[in-house]
T-cell receptor, first 113, second 111 residues
């Protein structure tokens, strides 16, 4: 089945530690996105990538980094510079062509130890 | 500016219809979407409507779009307990890969 796989489902971070969230898709989609979701709030865009080896900052990129070395993979690193990382992180992808809907993974919940 | 607003909560009885509302500020959007999020899961695309349409029906779901008032609604007929979730509206724009999401409406269905 085609889809988007995020791992791990739960992740714990210690103070001063960088952690990486995985996002893999086998939908052959060009564009991929990372969102952060806090309780009672909508989705806020962290980074997005339209093609391999290219990505753009979203609205809340500070304290995060990404890479796009392969079309199917778009990992997100939450660095120690992100002082409030506890949230639910969602990865999405969409097909080429304007106004194609986004498809989402099942998310990773990140907590501070 | 870009802003999409939704009411936070909605409670209905099983078997009744639910209407979830969304208002947006940027009228240049091309498509508008409805997503459903169950606890601890990602967003599931329910339906979407092109901005030059007024209405779209898909089984129990009816989407109404009033471009003049910048108002989008999702009606769920014969609401079931399995419909309990958070519902997000979103809009996309020609020429950009960016999407704007609403704050989400938590629907609770009472048995």
């Amino acid at each position: 089945d085609g889809g988007i796989t995020q791992s791990p489902k739960y992740l714990f971070r210690k103070e001063g530690q960088n952690v990486t969230l995985s996002c893999e898709q086998n939908l052959n989609h060009d564009a991929m996105y990372w969102y952060r979701q806090d309780p009672g709030q909508g989705l806020r865009l962290i980074y997005y990538s339209q093609i391999v080896n290219d990505f753009q900052k979203g609205d809340i990129a500070e304290g995060y980094s990404v890479s796009r070395e392969k079309k199917e993979s778009f990992p997100l690193t939450v660095t120690s510079a992100q002082k409030n990382p506890t949230a639910f992180y969602l990865c999405a992808s969409r097909d080429r062509g304007e106004n194609q809907p986004q498809h989402f993974g099942d998310g990773t919940r990140l907590s501070i130890l | 500016g870009e802003d999409v607003e939704q009411s936070l909560f909605l409670s209905v009885r099983e078997g009744d219809s639910s209407v979830i509302n969304c208002t947006y500020t940027d009228s240049s959007s091309t498509y508008l979407y409805w997503y459903k999020q169950e606890p601890g899961a990602g967003l599931q695309l329910l339906t979407y409507i092109f901005s030059n349409m007024d209405m779209k029906q898909d089984q129990r779901l009816t989407v109404l779009l009033n471009k003049k008032d910048k108002h989008l609604s999702l009606r769920i007929a014969d609401t079931q307990t399995g419909d309990s979730a958070i519902y997000f509206c979103a809009e996309s724009f020609t020429g950009t890969y960016k999407y704007i999401f609403g704050t989400g409406t938590r629907l609770k269905v009472l048995a």
